[in-house]
């Protein structure tokens, strides 16, 4: 077993010293840390502007255009995954539904014809203004069907029907790794652009 | 004098004064924001933008201003509708009046007559300057008062009682300046500075008097009610005199905290860092200590002189901007303690050592 190395915060409070409380010394100090990353970003920027490279001058993102990466396992917005001919993996057997701590799943079953499935969603709603964004459903679905690897996070609607994704949508949404990384065309679409695919292509 | 010069000369050194307080004080705003920003790792504002171009987030001062200019200007539901709005006048009015008495130049000759840069060439400038100061302190009273909205008026009460406390201390703090060069006149002070210590050290107040630097500059940043010393305000979590405020209003009252900080920075520069004064800069040309001349014609010298003030102003503004970017508020007893038992006897003090020093060597 390692040793656990505990602080006690009380005993690392201590008199100050004189020159401590007389306050300058260490206003001083402050001053010299804050006036260095002034001058050393100044100076980044300005080599920057020559096209010299440096070291980042800045530690955050110009958002729109540059994203911050996010990790492979980020729970973003929703999508149906398809079979490789096209028609839909859920078979609607109401998992995710069940599980789902918001109540934001909304799932319509109809009977197929095929007997390896049975089942299909005829509708396949999520109101994503519900939504906790937890996975559970992700977790829950045994066909491997909803999956939350959009990317997508910017997720905004002007009213509240507007936040509820039927089943074209969320089954026209393609994983990260197939959309690219064009994060600005993506923020200027709205999530109804991606409703592509006009119907279920039922297998016969 | 010709009487048509003489009105050219104080309209445009009036231009001049007030044209660079108020384009430096719009400076300011984009200034804190990337100095800020520069020093805390980040980009800053520079999303305004004019045809695509956005030159470093400057035209945030143009968004800014349209902004404030363009928001509905509420008045509270007050009986002093005129005091309400006269407020915010007196504030910036004051600030920018104390301008009046900075000596920016020496002097130019046009036509064979002299022109001292400096708009009121009075011989009571320092009382000129603490009068301004003092009455500035009515914009923010009659703001706090006339906003009928108790929490202004509680605003109001702790900046007047905190511009009061520090304005004794910059007093003091000056009448060590006022024993050593013996004038009330900002001009002769400069001037007075142009002298050289020991025959190489220009003689500035800051080496004459470092204590009363020091101090000058500690209470003139409190004077201009920022961080750390911003109790009457408290944007973060107390409200201030001027919550009842709106539109532009507001906004000359933020101008008038950033034309004093410039004033503060003028008038450290004037008294302690030789004003308009280059080191080994006579007249003539650049007189070094060492030996060696480089003659200047005398308008180069005046260019010089002028480029030398704006400059050490503009350093002491990014000073002010740095300390109010790295400390943290005070509280209000440490405020007053920092005041009334630190700098008002160490001013006293300074003034008392001075006055010994200057006696002894007068003898």
């Known amino acids: 077993m390692g040793r656990v190395n505990v602080i006690n915060v009380s005993e690392r409070r201590r008199e100050l010293t004189f020159l401590e409380r007389i306050y300058v010394v260490e206003v001083v100090r402050g001053l010299a840390i804050t006036a260095g990353h002034f ?9 920057r502007l020559f096209g010299i490279k440096t070291a980042e001058p800045a530690a955050t993102f110009q958002y729109p255009e540059v994203r911050r990466p996010a990790a492979p396992r980020l729970r973003s917005l929703h999508r149906l995954a398809r079979h490789p001919d096209g028609t839909p993996r859920c078979v609607a057997c109401m998992m995710c539904e069940t599980v789902c701590p918001a109540f934001c799943i909304f799932i319509k079953a109809e009977e197929v014809d095929d007997p390896n499935i049975e089942k299909r969603p005829k509708s396949f709603d999520i109101d994503i203004g519900r939504c906790v964004f937890c996975g559970f459903c992700v977790e829950a679905c045994p066909e491997d069907a909803i999956r939350m690897d959009t990317g997508i996070t910017e997720i905004g609607s002007l009213s509240r029907t507007g936040m509820v994704l039927d089943i074209n949508m969320l089954l026209s949404l393609p994983p990260k790794e197939e959309r690219g990384d064009k994060p600005v065309d993506f923020l200027q679409k709205r999530l109804v652009d991606y409703n592509l695919v006009p119907e279920i292509q039922a297998k016969t | 004098m010709n009487l048509g010069l003489e ?33 805390q790792d980040r980009i800053g504002a520079n999303r305004a933008s004019i045809l695509g171009l956005r030159v470093w987030g400057l035209f945030h001062i143009i968004a800014d201003s349209v902004k404030m200019f363009m928001k509905e200007d509420f008045v509270p539901n007050t009986p002093h509708r005129i005091i309400h709005g006269l407020a915010p006048v007196l504030s910036l009015f004051f600030a920018l ?4 008495v900075i000596p920016f130049g020496n002097a130019i000759t046009i036509a064979g007559h002299r022109i001292g840069l400096q708009v009121l060439d009075v011989n009571i400038g320092i009382l000129f300057v603490f009068a301004m100061m003092s009455v500035a302190v009515y914009g923010i009273v009659l703001a706090g008062w006339s906003s009928n909205n108790n929490f202004s008026l509680l605003g109001s009460i702790r900046a007047s009682a905190q511009m009061i406390s520090y304005e004794v201390s910059i007093g003091m703090t000056l009448v060590g300046i006022l024993l050593i060069f013996q004038t009330l006149s900002l001009q002769e002070i400069v001037q007075a500075q142009g002298g050289l210590l020991f025959g190489f050290l220009p003689a500035w107040g800051v080496i004459l008097q470092p204590l009363g630097f020091f101090l000058f500059l500690t209470a003139g940043i409190a004077e201009t009610k920022r961080i750390p010393f911003d109790m009457p305000e408290g944007e973060s979590e107390i409200i201030g005199f001027f919550v009842e405020y709106s539109s532009m209003k507001f906004g000359m009252f933020m101008f008038a905290e950033f034309v004093g900080q410039i004033l503060i920075a003028s008038l450290v520069t004037t008294f302690f860092f030789g004003g308009w004064q280059v080191p080994y800069l006579a007249d003539a040309g650049f007189a070094f200590p060492w030996g060696g001349t480089i003659p200047m014609s005398a ?9 030398s003030f704006i400059g050490k102003v503009a350093f002491f503004c990014w000073l002010q901007m740095l300390i109010r970017w790295t400390l943290p508020r005070f509280r209000f007893d440490q405020l007053m303690n920092l005041g009334w038992k630190v700098l008002l006897p160490l001013s006293l003090v300074n003034a008392v050592v001075t006055a010994i020093v200057v006696l002894w060597i007068g003898q």
């Open chain 2, 7 to 39: 009105i050219g000369a104080a309209v445009g050194k009036t231009l001049f004064i007030i044209l660079f307080a108020l384009s430096l004080g719009g400076l300011l705003t984009w200034v804190e924001r990337k100095q800020s920003a520069l020093m």
């Open chain 2, 299 to 307: 308008w180069v010298v005046e260019s010089l002189r002028v480029i």
């Open chain 1, 39 to 47: 001058f050393r970003n100044l100076i980044r920027h300005t080599l």
């Open chain 2, 97 to 100: 009046l104390s301008f009046a």
